[in-house]
């Protein structure tokens, strides 16, 4: 069975940092693309950063660039998102989402989602 597993999540002040991990079991993730969705309560979940199976290639939603950084490290099967600059908008309840083809991750249609750890930014 597969499981992601998010970690990180918490309280923090406008400005402030936090990092998210998701940690990856079951089967061999080196080879999959990674990402992170989030979503608030009454709205679609959105896109937020992706990173392919080697990390040679990262995507971001605009509404991110420049203050959030995907990484992983596949020896410990572990995706990362540094998120700098937090702002009250980022408050959301983050997923990691996992599969072999970085499209369907990029896409919000891939085949392995973690249960989710909220963020909240307060102002």
């Known amino acids: 069975q597969v499981q992601l597993v998010e970690s990180g999540g918490g309280l923090v002040q406008a400005g402030g940092s936090l990092r998210l991990s998701c940690a990856a079991s079951?089967?061999?993730?080196?080879?999959?693309?990674m990402g992170w969705f989030r979503q608030t309560t009454g709205k679609e979940r959105e896109f937020v950063a992706a990173i392919t199976w080697s990390g040679g290639r990262t995507y971001y939603a605009d509404s991110v660039k420049g203050r959030f950084t995907i990484s992983r490290d596949n020896a410990k099967i572990t995706v990362y998102l540094q998120m700098n600059s937090l702002k009250p908008e980022d408050t959301a309840v983050y997923y990691c989402v996992a599969d072999s083809n970085p499209r369907t991750v990029v896409g919000g249609t891939g085949d392995y989602w973690g249960k989710g750890t909220l963020v909240t930014v307060s102002s």
């Open positions: 079951g089967r061999t993730f080196s080879s999959y693309a």
